[in-house]
T-cell receptor
């Protein structure tokens, strides 16, 4: 079974530039999550999708971050404009069903460095 | 108070030792509990779920104390390969979906 795919794996940008990350969840997984993990901290949920609808984006800095999952499968997360404090690993995860705490499967992450 | 709190460590223990981590949570209505393991520069992976009656998987034992609002993870006979960060995960029902909160993680280093 193919795992969660993410790209790119690494990205270096200057502050005020824009960046986009892509995620393809495990086939059949209805729930998709984007997390931000700053070095030395646990993953922080940015946004959670159930199919193509948003169920939780309470911690997403909406002035600069946006995410979509148009066809209920793959998803993109965008930052525009980036700030130095956005340097982190962005993890995508998927699970079978949002109503039950099924296991989350994580992708390898995108390591973002903002200079 | 943070929703989920863990001692960041690091816990440095010799091979063969027994080590225990605790994780406290603030929401008394929390429903599900997990331990995830994260190796350096890798993604988190599920280690085990935590059930009310406690559960064991080989050298790993997880327990839940709802009255005191904490979960624990016990590792017996530590191996070098157990070196990793252990993340506590708590979920709660929020508007019909499960809100997931990760702790900051506890770093374990098993020393030869």
């Amino acid at each position: 079974e193919a795992g969660v795919a993410q790209s790119p794996r690494y990205k270096i940008i200057e502050k005020r530039q824009s960046v986009a990350f892509w995620c393809n969840p495990i086939s059949g997984h209805a729930t998709l999550y984007w997390y931000q993990q700053i070095l030395g901290q646990g993953p922080k949920l940015l946004i959670q999708f159930q199919n193509n609808g948003v169920v939780d984006d309470s911690q997403l800095p909406k002035d600069r971050f946006s995410a979509e999952r148009l066809k209920g499968v793959d998803s993109t997360l965008k930052i525009q404009p980036a700030k130095l404090e956005d340097s982190a690993v962005y993890l995508c995860a998927s699970s079978l069903d949002r109503r039950l705490p099924y296991e989350q499967y994580f992708g390898p992450g995108t390591r973002l460095t903002v200079t | 108070r943070k929703e989920v709190e863990q001692d960041p460590g690091p816990f440095n223990v010799p091979e063969g030792a027994t080590v225990a981590f605790n994780c406290t949570y603030s929401n008394s209505a929390s429903q599900s509990f997990f331990w995830y393991r994260q190796d350096c520069r890798k993604e988190p992976k599920l280690l085990m779920s935590v059930y009310s009656s406690g559960n064991e998987d080989g050298r790993f034992t997880a327990q839940l104390n709802r009255a005191s609002q904490y979960i624990s993870l016990l590792i017996r006979d530590s191996k070098l390969s157990d070196s990793a960060t252990y993340l506590c995960v708590v979920t709660s029902n929020s508007g019909g979906y499960q809100k997931v909160t990760f702790g900051t993680g506890t770093k374990l280093q098993v020393i030869p």
